[in-house]
């Protein structure tokens, strides 16, 4: 699937009158609606329920900003795969809107402040993602995405050095600029050292569900993977056992690890554990840069309380021999002591929990 041109803005009257006619075409108008969750992106879902107590979520994603064409076909990829995503109801792309199927209020990380059996949920979300990386990948990439090339690696990490280093008063050459990105060229090949696979980017607590009355795997319900990309098996295990946003103990990772492999045997240990170091870092480099947009920029300050949390993340992953020439070049040029908080640009800060 190759999808056409960007969209076309649109103006708010003439998408309230194309989410009207949605709504009757569907046989929604009439359901009650109040706002599900909000996003980091533009995105907003709101839930709609009938009288009759049936629900559905709306996706808002406004053009040109947000585009539904790419969570459209790896949901139906998804799905065909027999995996656990929202249903798709009702449809128009044009105007940016979505209607799925509710999967309900069940998320892992409303699971886990209720006191679930953490080590469950986890191994059911691993077991979900090395199911999905045992296909072969002719099958689970028959669905048309991107690859994790090298530009979208260093135009992620480079969110650091135009966010973050600002953010906390460090001023950078361009000669520390560009050996930041020389480092991090070279270590691109380690990290496709393993298979690949398709990537779904976001795979965290946050965007997974429980779906009681499902078997296996399909009990893990799967969200918010509009911006997969074709990459190395090693991302979406490390992105959920290295959250941004919560603490996991290191025996539980440990484990983990290990379920995972043992269910992928012919991927080589070694070379996984190079992968998973490069990718993790990687990630917090870019995850630290967004967090500090977020403020800056979007008006969303809240998610600078998790920037101690992606330092720590950040320094684990610098101990892989692999990566001593990015720890030398983090020490020279963000020391620890430069490692904190960036005071916000829009309002007080709720430190993470």
């Known amino acids: 699937m190759t999808l056409p041109s960007s969209l076309h803005p649109t103006d708010q009257a ?31 879902y709101d839930r ?12 808002d994603a406004p053009p040109p900003v947000e585009d539904t064409r790419p ?20 449809e128009d792309v044009a105007h940016g809107f979505l209607l799925l199927e509710d999967l309900g209020d069940d998320t892992y990380t409303r699971l886990l402040a209720r006191g679930a059996d953490e080590e469950a949920l986890y191994a059911l979300a691993v077991d979900t993602l090395a199911r999905l990386h045992a296909l072969p990948q002719d ?6 995405v991107p690859p994790y090339d090298d530009s979208h690696y260093t135009d992620e990490v480079a969110l650091l050095t135009r966010w973050y280093c600002p953010g906390v008063g460090l001023t950078l050459t361009d000669a520390a600029v560009a050996d930041y990105v020389r480092i991090w060229e070279a270590l691109y090949p380690v990290a496709r050292s393993v298979p690949e696979t ?9 965007n997974l569900l429980l779906l009681p009355g ?5 009990a893990c319900g799967l969200l918010d993977f509009q911006d ?26 440990a484990r983990m690890k290990a379920r995972y ?26 995850v630290i840069g967004i967090f500090t947009r977020l403020d800056a920029r979007d008006g969303k300050p809240h998610y600078l309380g998790h920037i101690p949390r992606l330092w720590r993340l950040m320094e684990g992953a610098l101990t892989h021999p692999v990566l001593k020439p990015l720890a030398d070049w983090f020490a020279q040029h963000v020391p620890s002591s430069a490692r904190v908080i960036p005071p916000s640009q829009s309002g007080a800060v709720h430190p993470a929990p």
Do not use: N
Not at 214 to 218: K, L, P, S, V, Y
Not at 265 to 284: G, I, K, N, T, Y
């Open 14 to 44: 003439t998408r309230d009158a194309a989410l009207t006619t949605l709504l009757e075409a569907s046989g929604w108008s009439q359901a009650q609606r109040g706002l599900l969750a909000g996003d980091a992106s533009f995105r907003r």
């Open 48 to 59: 709609l329920e009938k009288a009759d107590g049936s629900r559905a979520v709306l996706m």
């Open 71 to 90: 969570f459209l076909a790896i949901a139906r990829h998804l799905a065909g795969l027999g995996f656990s995503v929202p249903t798709i109801l009702a």
């Open 139 to 144: 099958q689970v990439l028959a669905v048309a």
């Open 198 to 206: 398709l990537v779904l980017r976001d795979f965290h607590v946050d």
């Open 214 to 218: 499902r078997e296996g795997e399909a």
């Open 228 to 253: 997969a990309l074709r990459g190395p098996v090693t991302y979406d295990l490390m992105s959920l056992l290295e959250d941004a946003r919560r603490d996991i103990d290191s025996d539980r990772i």
């Open 261 to 286: 492999l043992a269910r992928m045997p012919h991927v080589d240990s070694e070379a996984f554990a190079a992968s998973w170091a490069v990718l993790a870092a990687q990630r917090h480099a870019k």
